[in-house]
């Protein structure tokens, strides 16, 4: 029996050993899921600032979409304006046109007046 009891017992048997490598374990997956939490706590911070700054762009394209709309109609407008303008501006060069006309008949009909008054006062 002496012989027995110097015999010594395998590392995996001994209670100590075991609890020292779950204690180690524990710590270990403790650090690594801390260290996951963290990195996806950042990770959400940075989604949720993302989503702020989309929200943000959105309302701006929403706003530039309204301007864009606004400056549309403000074109259809203006060349709406322009087409009234050249229409009235070929109405114009019509009249101005005829009145040129017309005062080349005057000044051709004043100038047969001029010639009978000349005829007659040099009959005369």
């Known amino acids: 029996m002496a012989k027995t009891d110097n015999v010594k017992?395998?590392?995996y048997k001994n209670i100590w050993?075991?609890?020292v490598v779950t204690v180690v374990a524990a710590f270990g997956v403790t650090f690594f899921v801390m260290d996951d939490s963290a990195e996806l706590e950042a990770l959400e911070d940075n989604n949720t600032t993302l989503q702020e700054e989309n929200k943000a762009l959105e309302?701006?394209?929403?706003l530039l979409e309204d301007e864009n709309s606004s400056l549309e109609e403000t074109v259809l407008t203006l060349e709406e304006e322009n087409s009234n303008l050249v229409s009235d501006n070929e109405l114009l060069y019509s009249d101005i046109t005829y009145l040129v006309e017309y005062v080349t008949e005057l000044e051709t009909a004043l100038n047969e007046a001029y010639e009978i008054i000349e005829d007659l006062e040099a009959g005369n």
């Open 59 to 62: 309302e701006k394209l929403n």
């Open 17 to 19: 050993i075991w609890f």
């Open 9 to 11: 017992q395998p590392f």
